[in-house]
């Protein structure tokens, strides 16, 4: 079974920055697009960023352009979302997935992360 680990979450003030990663149990991690979403209080989980297997595709959502960056190290079987510019409705769960294949969109998305908790403070 497939686990897929996130960390690096926590409290930062407005404007502050956060890099969460992502890492999984799989040797073939490289075979699979992977991707963050998010869940605020009270609202439905959305598309955050996502990138290829080899990581030379990626979008965003809109929301996040030009602040966040996401990115991959297959070596360390790890994804990472790198986080500047962080505002009070960035605050949720963020969760990493698997996609069912190394290239985007991302789709049958069956391998979850636990997910972090990130809150921005005002």
């Known amino acids: 079974q497939v686990q897929l680990v996130e960390s690096g979450g926590g409290l930062v003030q407005a404007g502050g920055s956060l890099r969460l990663s992502c890492t999984s149990s799989a040797r073939t991690f490289s075979l699979y697009a992977m991707g963050w979403f998010r869940r605020a209080p009270g609202k439905e989980r959305e598309f955050v960023a996502a990138i290829s297997g080899s990581g030379g595709t990626i979008t965003y959502a809109d929301s996040v352009k030009g602040r966040f960056t996401i990115s991959r190290d297959n070596h360390k079987k790890t994804v990472y979302l790198q986080m500047n510019s962080l505002k009070p409705e960035d605050t949720a769960v963020y969760y990493c997935?698997?996609?069912?294949?190394?290239?985007?969109?991302?789709?049958?998305?069956?391998?979850w992360g636990q997910g972090t908790l990130v809150t921005v403070s005002s």
């Open positions: 997935a698997r996609g069912s294949s190394g290239s985007l969109p991302l789709n049958k998305l069956e391998v």
